[in-house]
T-cell receptor, first 106, second 112 residues
Framework: KNEVEQSPQNLTAQEGEFITINCSYSVGISALHWLQQHPGGGIVSLFMLSSGKKKHGRLIATINIQEKHSSLHITASHPRDSAVYICAASTNQFYFGTGTSLTVIP | NAGVTQTPKFRVLKTGQSMTLLCAQDMNHEYMYWYRQDPGMGLRLIHYSVGEGTTAKGEVPDGYNVSRLKKQNFLLGLESAAPSQTSVYFC???????????FGNGTRLTVT
């Protein structure tokens, strides 16, 4: 049983496309996190949110607490956005999704 | 700004050998974690610490031990390595239990 499910598992997009990655969770949360893992392996935290929407540059994260669902959107995608995006739900511990591998083609 | 530093970056062990992975953070974080990442699986928690001198088991603790003698350091030990411990290991730290995680760059361990 996975407490956090992401879709799609893999995603290929043309440069400039609008991208959406989805995350559903089954646990009660304190916050929902979006992480980015580049091919080199390092993991960075993009967003932490517990309600509504947050925006950073071309990245937007939204959460619907009632539906236990979050989305990560990338506007005007670029090849440098190619990475694995990981959703994580935090309660008294972190539950991680298996990640969405995004490839943006020039 | 160093953030979270893991050493070593790569290591190859033979079955039965031992090793220690070192994690150091300079952000004065209370919480520190060791995760392993395997293909097709989410990050899985091995052990964690909520402060200097404390440690607790995570989801997959068997075969590993940890110590947090100083607030800034969190050590992960493998006493007798097994091929099933081939993985990428990440250390992370956070200010509070649900605060954003700060990750190290990972250690790729192969056990033959």
């Amino acid at each position: 049983k996975n407490e956090v499910e992401q879709s799609p598992q893999n995603l290929t997009a043309q440069e400039g496309e609008f991208i959406t990655i989805n995350c559903s969770y089954s646990v009660g949360i304190s916050a929902l996190h979006w992480l980015q893992q580049h091919p080199g392996g390092g993991i960075v935290s993009l967003f932490m949110l517990s309600s509504g929407k947050k925006k950073h540059g071309r990245l937007i994260a939204t959460i619907n607490i009632q539906e236990k669902h979050s989305s990560l959107h990338i506007t005007a995608s670029h090849p440098r956005d190619s990475a694995v995006y990981i959703c994580a739900a935090s309660t008294n511990q972190f539950y991680f999704g298996t990640g969405t591998s995004l490839t943006v083609i020039p | 700004n160093a953030g979270v530093t893991q050493t070593p970056k790569f290591r190859v062990l033979k079955t039965g050998q031992s090793m220690t992975l070192l994690c150091a953070q300079d952000m004065n974080h209370e919480y520190m974690y060791w995760y392993r990442q395997d293909p097709g699986m989410g990050l899985r928690l091995i052990h964690y610490s909520v402060g200097e001198g404390t440690t607790a088991k995570g989801e997959v603790p068997d075969g590993y031990n940890v110590s947090r003698l100083k607030k800034q350091n969190f050590l992960l030990g493998l006493e007798s390595a097994a091929p099933s411990q081939t993985s990428v290991y990440f250390c992370a730290s956070s200010y509070e239990g649900f605060s954003p995680l700060h990750f190290g760059n990972g250690t790729r361990l192969t056990v033959t």
